[in-house]
């Protein structure tokens, strides 16, 4: 099955400054890759996705960039704002009828003012 | 607009004590998920229902049963609940390609 693995596991950065995270899959049938954010005491929300015959897509300060070779996929944060600070996570999924969602570990983002 | 509503938000069982979690949704969405959440290790999928009427297994099915009782409902069920099950449940539900969730249900078994 669907195995994804994200790094780093914290990121630490001066307010203003970029962010990247990584995160590497395993099946190569899987198309969809979303990134979620998740706040303190809340569930994962959808911050951006992107398909797998597209490979770089932005959203004001945030970005995703894809490697369907390499199976690698990222997530670009630029000028960093506090409220940046929280959990991120990187998911893989087929286009089938399931959609089943296999997330990546986690990364926890702080932002320092 | 509640979206999806987990019960309860939080859980304190005994081992071997059985207990039912509730996940209902409002968005008329088809595909309905089960995830645990621990430290270090994301969000692992325990169940999902990809329509009314079916459930698969998911990466972590052992120990948990579920229902899909209608198209709105989908409960995940714990018969003989273990401290290995001490977690933190999210339940979402899935339009096209984006997944709600919930608010989670942090269960504490003793």
């Known amino acids: 099955g669907e195995n994804v693995e994200q790094h780093p596991s914290t990121l630490s950065v001066q307010e203003g400054d970029s962010a990247v995270i990584k995160c590497t899959y395993s099946?190569?049938?899987?198309?969809?890759f979303p990134w979620y954010k998740q706040e303190l005491g809340k569930g994962p929300q959808l911050i951006i996705d992107?398909?797998?015959?597209?490979g770089e897509k932005k959203d004001q300060r945030i970005a995703v960039t894809l490697n369907k070779t390499a199976k690698h996929f990222s997530l670009h944060i630029t000028e960093t704002q506090p409220e940046d600070s929280a959990v991120y996570f990187c998911?893989?999924?087929?286009?089938?009828?399931?959609?089943?969602?296999?997330f990546g570990s986690g990364t926890r983002l702080l932002v320092r003012p | 607009n509640a979206g999806v509503t987990q019960t309860p938000k939080f859980q304190v069982l005994k081992t071997g004590q059985s207990m039912t979690l509730q996940c209902a949704q409002d968005?008329?969405?088809?595909?309905m998920y089960w995830y645990r959440q621990d430290p270090g290790m994301g969000l692992r999928l325990i169940y999902y229902s990809a329509s009314e009427g079916t459930t698969d297994k998911g990466e972590v099915p052992n120990g948990y049963n579920v229902s899909r009782l209608n198209k709105r409902e989908f409960s995940l069920r714990l018969e003989s609940a273990a401290p290995s099950q001490t977690s933190v449940y999210f339940c979402?539900?899935?339009?096209?390609?984006?997944?709600?969730f919930g608010q989670g249900t942090r269960l504490t078994v003793v």
């Open positions: 998911a893989a999924s087929r286009k089938d009828s399931s959609y089943k969602l296999i």
């Open positions: 979402a539900s899935r339009k096209n390609t984006e997944a709600f």
């Open positions: 968005m008329n969405h088809n595909s």
């Open positions: 992107i398909r797998s015959n597209v």
């Open positions: 099946d190569s049938a899987s198309n969809y």
